[in-house]
């Protein structure tokens, strides 16, 4: 059990830029978590995979946001035209199938936008 | 609405102390419950869980956690608080049907030696 890893952990990047997160889950894991946490809030879900299928999203999820899973592995989230309020921390989370299992997450990439 | 609320933002105990934080959420059913702890600019460890039964669980590093289906309340305590648990603590539940969490807005921790 190698835990959760996500890359880049910082990213700084001008309003308007694309940027691109990765997230390599636990690799029995069959469920990936995205969840976004500002300052001073827990964080927030915005989408989930079992395997490579995406089953849910949050109304958080604006067209400006893709999150892939492709096989089943590893994850990207993409934000495309970053704006200001996309500036968070951005963390990823797996799980076994159980419904009960719980979540581990990885330690987050930063997004700041300047 | 559903929710779950953490109404302490900030505590500050003395090391040696004894620590309650508090969880409430409305949910229709009993959902899955979670504590987890987040150290700066890390992720979250999870703490405990509850999903049936004895209704008093325990969890890593001396914490525990009851819950209360009549107070909609799954507090989180420790009868010893360490320097080391100063950290902030996200309450999370799973409702009923979903398998996202829905988390508290975070209790902070600051411990006095």
């Known amino acids: 059990d190698t835990g959760v890893s996500q890359d880049p952990r910082h990213k700084i990047t001008k309003r308007g830029q694309n940027v691109t997160f990765r997230c390599d889950p636990i690799?029995?894991?069959?469920?990936l978590y995205w969840y976004r946490q500002t300052l001073g809030q827990g964080p927030e879900f915005l989408t989930y995979?079992?395997?490579?299928?995406?089953?849910?999203k949050s109304r958080l999820l604006s067209d400006r946001f893709s999150a892939e899973r492709p096989k089943g592995s590893f994850s990207t989230l993409e934000i495309q035209r970053t704006e200001q309020g996309d500036s968070a921390m951005y963390l990823c989370?797996?799980?076994?199938?159980?419904?009960?299992?719980?979540?581990?997450f990885g330690d987050g990439t930063r997004l700041s936008i300047l | 609405a559903q929710s779950v609320t953490q109404p302490d933002i900030h505590i500050t105990v003395s090391e040696g102390a004894s620590l309650e934080l508090r969880c409430n959420y409305s949910y229709g059913a009993t959902p899955y419950l979670f504590w987890y702890v987040q150290s700066p600019g890390q992720g979250l460890q999870l703490l405990l869980k509850y999903f049936s039964g004895d209704t008093l669980v325990q969890g890593i590093k001396g914490f525990e956690a009851e819950f209360k289906r009549s107070q909609s309340s799954f507090n989180l305590r420790k009868p010893s608080v360490h320097w080391s648990d100063a950290a902030e603590y996200f309450c999370a539940v799973v409702p009923s049907g979903t398998y996202k969490y829905i988390f508290g807005t975070g209790t902070r921790l600051k411990v006095l030696a």
């Open positions: 690799s029995e894991h069959n469920r």
């Open positions: 995979f079992q395997n490579e299928a995406q089953l849910e």
């Open positions: 989370a797996s799980s076994r199938g159980d419904s009960n299992q719980p979540q581990h």
